[in-house]
Structure formats: C-alpha cells, structure tokens
C-alpha cells in the first residue's frame, strides 16, 4: 500500500505540473494553479503515510536530529510520507513561480523547462526563479522609468 500511495502522490500533482509547463496560457491554468486547493488530494496520501508512523514523525519534528529522521525515514511509511511532504511543497512552490512568472511577463518558453527542474530539483529550479525574477524586477523597473522620464513609450 505504502508503494501505491507514493505513486499516487505524483500522479495527484502531475496534471497542475502539465498544465503550468504546456499550456500556461490557457485560462483553465492560470485558475487551477491559483488555487492551493490542487494540493489537498496530496496532503490528504501524505496523512494516510503519516498517521501510521505519527509518534517517530513527532519525535523528528519536535525534536530535530539526524537520528530521529534517520528512524523517520527507514520506515516505509515514514520515508513515504516525507516524499509526499516535498511533492506537495514541490507543487506549490512551483505554482507560485507560474503565477509571478505571468505576473512579471517572463517568457512561458523559458517558464517551461524551468519548471520541469523544478519538479526534479526544487530547491535549484527556485534559486534560478528567483535571480530571474530579480532580473525581470529590475528590468521592469528600469523600463518603467524610461517610459515615465521620456512622456511615454514611442511609435
């Protein structure tokens, strides 16, 4: 059971991933991945992992050491349920970027396989998110600037 769940909890968060990546502009999208809803059937597989091994969860949570996360993880539910724990940030954390990528312009071809890094290396995919977000910031700025100092955007 515990091998299906965690199979499961990818398949939950596949569609909003495929929709953000091949069709970030349709307005379905842009709805879906301005819910946090899409990520409730994923806590709803990480609570059926976790509520089994929920006193070893406690114990690494309340009181973080490598040893107690080491006993978390050796037990198939425990490291079951930390996986699903980083999906379901993974996926939210990759819906706020598709969401301050339109907001900011940046292009969906670039959007695209950052994404997909994402959903392989979060951690990584958001450090460069965020530099590109800095950068388009900026430049949004400057240009903003320009426009304002010159009376308008020329013909």
Partial sequence: ???FLFELSFWLAAPVWLLMIFAPGWSA???IAGSPLTVVPVLLVYLALAIPVFPELWTAV???DLD???ELTALADGAGAVWVQVIAWDLLIGQW????ARRL???ALLMGPLLAFTILLSPFGLLVFLGLRAWSSRRA???GFA??????PRN
Avoid: C, L, N
């Fill in 29 to 31: 999208t842009a709805r």
């Fill in 147 to 152: 426009v304002a100092v010159s009376g308008g």
């Fill in 68 to 70: 107690a996360f080491r």
């Fill in 62 to 64: 309340s009181r973080p």
């Fill in 105 to 107: 312009g940046i292009s």
């Fill in 97 to 100: 970027m598709y969401r301050e």
């Fill in 141 to 143: 700025t400057r240009d």
């Fill in 1 to 3: 059971m515990t091998g």
